[in-house]
């Protein structure tokens, strides 16, 4: 019993780290409709940058905050320059550019930054209790928190503002929304910056958990991500949630208990993905789309 | 992915001459008119064809001799991808996983010592088969198998669809290494010379393909030269007869608009299932080719996921739904990655040629970006466009 409760703390802490990255996912989709198969590697720069500025001496918070703020700007400029000259386009050129994306963040961080596995230190004291006989990390909980601080602003951006209005119109219906007076093109920027920072904050704060930086740091947690997402449905940032918390339980659950599918645990993300789009091709908590003919 | 996504629906908007029906008179195209570049396109062949069959295995060093071998299985397994997202329009981020399971089936094959672990037993799955031997049982499993992948993804569209496949390229790595025995117990099949020679027979052939001179150890390197070109020429010649014929129309068709397709009698599942099997068999032979130049089989997750990215950018650097433009695509982003790896002056502004070598994928991602933005139809697709503007005439797209 002891083991299991200590899997499933394991795997929460998991979960809640693919979910703070399918969150970018899902606001990036929700915004623009584009999957972006460069978050992790965006996130990745970004967290090079956090360890950059704690290189230079600044307090790991002010790094942090420093790194967000640069990657909003970064994301907003990458749609702007990027993204914008493809945005008509079919799904094969935006898959490609994304991809483009991804080569290019991957290898300009290893040139830049070096590929020596490099320490961040965390942001908070690394602490554990035993709350009645479960093992409690510090970790754990200040991600859960950050993670929940972010569902709530989203939604409260998304649905209680004028600019989540606008965010979610143009996603649904460019054209209507450019004859009702919305700013396309500032609202596409806005979701990019937004999303990049969540993926600064995501990486800056899961890298010390996990590994040590190096340029690999991004690639599975970008696979599991992009589980939760599909699992929860890209449209939903509460389904992005539960779905990383799903797929990291159901793998730590797995690793532990399931002999047979020893060193390709992998399958169960993708099985479960693979079920839910079948059955449920919207994810859990996706809307439908009606196609009209 | 082409323009004619616009046109919907495609299959009444394309021009009847791309059917090659005998009935209709085709718009005449260049070669029909001209004879001045009749000539010119006969003595550019004829060039072509002794550069590729007679001047490259006969004249270059043994490594450039590989390089354009591995440009040939490249530009295959583009063109196997393209039968997919090219003329089908599933987009396949995990093609890598097909041409690692091609691979594999061809290594285990020829090699006596590996095997596959699995349920409690080992499978051995044959000593010392030849070669090419080994090509109809890979073609038929990878059918098989990219016809199971298939199925589920009949439900799952568009980017979805890339999410899955990313899948597979993620997994195919870790199922190599929870059941393949390879060399001292890894998931890597090594071969040996003697498994690579080429057979006894090739040296029936004239001096001039096969030197005598040559040992048969010396010789594999032309060997499987002329292999790949041998099989990449047949399965080219397939695909330009599968886009003229009923199933490649309906390939097109599925493509542009599926409602449209299926109200005019199309079995949607049939097609899409069928084309993904056909472009898994065409990845997989690419993949049995690889061992002739690598000598194993080997599956890591960075590798296996940068082979399917490199088809993809092949297939769309030369230009989507065309026969030849997956091959030239093939060939440019072979030779572009061997060319920036050699780069001397990159090494003396790193100081150290290991981080020169870091920024391959770099300028590869940045190519490939600009690239979207002025050629979205690829060199393929682009020529075209610049040879009717400069004709200005009607010429006849295949799609």
């Given at each position: ?163 989540g ?13 450019r ?16 999303a ?35 699992l ?61 003919v | ?11 009444t ?147 979805y ?90 390939l097109i ?28 068999a ?63 002056r ?14 391959s994928?770099?300028i ?13 139809d ?17 010429s006849?797209?295949?799609?």
């Amino acid at each position: 019993m002891d083991l299991f409760v200590s899997q499933l703390m394991n795997g929460i802490e998991r979960g809640v780290i693919y979910a703070s990255l399918a969150l970018a996912l899902v606001l990036i989709f929700k915004t623009t409709g584009i999957l972006n198969f460069a978050q992790g590697e965006m996130a990745l720069f970004s967290t090079y940058v956090t360890w950059w500025l704690t290189e230079q001496g600044l307090a790991v918070w002010l790094a942090i905050v420093t790194s967000v703020v640069l990657s909003f700007l970064g994301g907003a400029a990458i749609e702007r320059v990027v993204m914008r000259p493809v945005e008509q386009s079919s799904p094969l050129v935006i898959v490609i550019v994304t991809i483009g994306l991804f080569l290019a963040f991957n290898s300009l961080a290893q040139v830049v930054f070096g590929v020596e596995a490099e320490v961040i230190p965390r942001a908070y004291p690394n602490e554990r209790w035993d709350v009645a006989g479960v093992n409690l990390k510090m970790d754990t909980v200040v991600l859960v928190g950050i993670l929940a601080l972010e569902c709530v602003l989203l939604w409260l951006l998304l649905q209680r503002t004028k600019v989540g209005l606008a965010l979610r119109a143009v996603a649904s219906n460019p054209e209507s929304s450019r004859l009702a007076g919305v700013s396309v093109g500032s609202m596409l920027m806005l979701g990019w910056g937004l999303a990049a920072a969540l993926g600064a904050l995501a990486g800056s704060l899961v890298v010390p958990i996990t590994t040590a930086l190096n340029p690999a740091s991004m690639q599975e947690i970008l696979v599991f991500a992009f589980a939760a997402a599909a699992l929860g449905g890209f449209d939903s940032p509460l389904g992005a949630v539960v779905g990383g918390l799903v797929v990291g339980v159901a793998n730590a659950l797995t690793i532990q208990y399931v002999d047979a599918l020893d060193g390709i645990e992998l399958l169960v993300p993708f099985g479960l993905i693979l079920a839910v789009l079948l059955f449920r091709p919207a994810g859990l908590f996706g809307k439908v789309h009606v196609e009209r003919v | 992915m082409s323009r004619t996504g616009e046109t919907a629906p495609g299959v009444t908007a394309r021009p009847a001459g791309a059917g090659g029906a005998a009935r209709v008179p085709r718009p005449a195209g260049p070669a029909g008119r001209n004879p001045a570049w009749l000539v010119t396109s006969l003595v550019l062949s004829v060039l072509g064809a002794y550069f590729f069959v007679y001047y490259v295995p006969q004249n270059y060093a043994p490594s450039r001799v590989d390089l354009f071998t591995e440009a040939l299985f490249v530009g295959l397994a583009a063109t196997g991808l393209n039968i997919l997202t090219g003329f089908n329009g599933q987009v396949s981020i995990g093609h890598g996983a097909f041409f690692g399971l091609g691979a594999y089936v061809t290594a285990l094959m020829m090699d006596d010592r590996a095997y596959v672990e699995f349920a409690g037993r080992e499978w051995g799955l044959g000593d010392g088969v030849p070669f090419l031997a080994t090509l109809p049982v890979v073609a038929v499993v990878c059918l098989v198998v990219g016809a199971l992948i298939g199925f589920p993804a009949l439900r799952v569209k568009g980017l979805y669809l890339a999410l899955v496949t990313l899948g597979l390229a993620v997994l195919f790595p870790d199922l190599t290494k929870r059941f393949v025995r390879g060399t001292g117990g890894t998931n890597l099949v090594g071969l040996r010379g003697a498994d690579l020679a080429p057979p006894d027979w090739y040296d029936w052939f004239p001096d001039v393909i096969a030197d005598p001179l040559d040992d048969y150890v010396g010789a594999r390197d032309q060997w499987a030269y002329y292999v790949a070109l041998v099989l990449v020429g047949l399965l080219l010649l397939a695909v330009h007869l599968i886009a003229r014929s009923r199933f490649g129309r309906a390939l097109i068709a599925v493509r542009d608009h599926e409602a449209a397709a299926e109200t005019v009698g199309i079995d949607l599942a049939r097609v899409k299932v069928s084309a993904f099997a056909l472009s898994a068999a065409y990845a997989g032979l690419a993949g049995s080719l690889s061992v002739l130049v690598a000598r194993q089989a080997n599956a890591g997750r960075v590798e296996t996921f940068q082979l399917s990215i490199e088809f993809l950018v092949a297939l769309v650097v030369g230009g989507t739904a065309t026969v030849f433009g997956p091959m030239i695509g093939g060939f440019l982003v072979v030779f572009f990655r061997d060319w920036i790896d050699q780069q001397q002056r990159l090494e003396d502004l790193f100081d150290s040629s290991a981080r020169a070598k870091l920024l391959s994928p770099a300028i590869f991602g940045i190519g490939l970006i600009v690239m979207m933005f002025f050629l979205p139809d690829g060199i393929v697709g682009g020529s075209r466009r610049a040879w009717r503007r400069v004709t200005r005439r009607r010429s006849h797209p295949i799609t």
